[in-house]
């Protein structure tokens, strides 16, 4: 089992910034590839950034490329993500993933938390 708790939404107005972060315990922190992805109303979760175990490989949506950035800090069990240049689209519930690999090609047990709501006006 582990328990994810986001923290760090509120409103915005476009062009601001806000700083995520995911606070993980229950297991092992740095076992895991971690992630942040949000959900509109009407629309699917997706995928907005992803972190390997180092810290070092990244993925970003394209949607985010070169506004957001994710990091973690396994020593503290967090897992953070910086968003500049908001715009309104980027309105969403934001929620922390943590996912278990055994392999390249075998994943485990997917957890979330519970969200935290951002909403940048224009």
């Known amino acids: 089992q582990v328990q994810l708790v986001e923290s760090g939404g509120g409103l915005v107005q476009a062009g601001g910034s806000l700083r995520l972060s995911c606070a993980a315990s229950?297991?092992?922190?740095?076992?895991?590839?971690m992630g942040w992805f949000r959900q509109a109303p009407g629309k699917e979760r997706e995928l907005v950034a992803a972190?390997?175990?180092?810290?070092?490989?990244?993925n970003y949506a394209d949607s985010v490329k070169g506004r957001f950035t994710i990091s973690r800090d396994n020593a503290k069990a967090m897992l953070y993500l910086q968003m500049n240049g908001l715009k309104p689209e980027d309105t969403a519930v934001y929620y922390c993933n943590a996912d278990q690999w055994y392999s390249d090609y075998i994943r485990g047990v997917r957890y979330w938390g519970q969200g935290t709501q951002v909403t940048v006006s224009s």
């Open positions: 972190i390997g175990w180092g810290g070092i490989s990244t």
């Open positions: 229950g297991r092992t922190f740095s076992s895991y590839v």
